[in-house]
């Protein structure tokens, strides 16, 4: 498990083992976001065994479940809450990390290029460009919501 790095504050990749646990806690990563759900195979932690291993390396945690590589605004969102809330660096994993890219551009298209975004995620081996529409549609909905 080697972190990618997609902001100043987020790296993402697999799911990570007790010793990558123990290896991000001494990189000085201070929170764990788990984009996996507990009904997919090959766990390693379900997420309340993945909680404790983490909070037992002093770090934060966060389930964020998803299926599929087309995440809800939902699920957007609470990464966005995340991202803000839980003290940095953040490790967010998934299966391959493709969900917690998808994720991440999800919940950056009101700071970013959105063209930026889906570069970024593509240079760190995650394709992202199917959710282009979802992006812009995303954006013009928090600025319909900053206007109200």
């Known amino acids: 498990m080697t972190p990618t790095k997609l902001s100043a504050k987020l790296s993402i990749g697999s799911e990570p083992t007790a010793d990558d646990l123990a290896a991000l806690a001494a990189a000085g990563f201070r929170s764990v976001i788990n984009n996996r759900t507990d009904k997919e195979g090959k766990l390693r932690l379900d997420s309340n065994e993945m909680a404790l291993a983490v909070e037992g390396h002093g770090m934060d945690y966060v389930h964020i479940p998803v299926e599929g590589r087309n995440p809800l605004e939902r699920d957007a ?11 940095g660096p953040i490790y967010a994993y998934c299966k391959t990390g493709g969900r917690s890219a998808a994720l991440w551009a999800l919940a950056s298209v009101a700071s970013t290029d959105i ?34």
């Open 77 to 87: 969102q609470a990464f966005e809450d995340a991202l803000e809330e839980k003290p």
């Open 115 to 148: 063209d930026q975004l889906i570069t970024k995620c593509a240079a760190a081996g995650h394709d992202v460009s199917g959710l282009k529409a979802k992006m812009e549609m995303r954006r013009e909905m928090l600025e319909d919501e900053e206007d109200d």
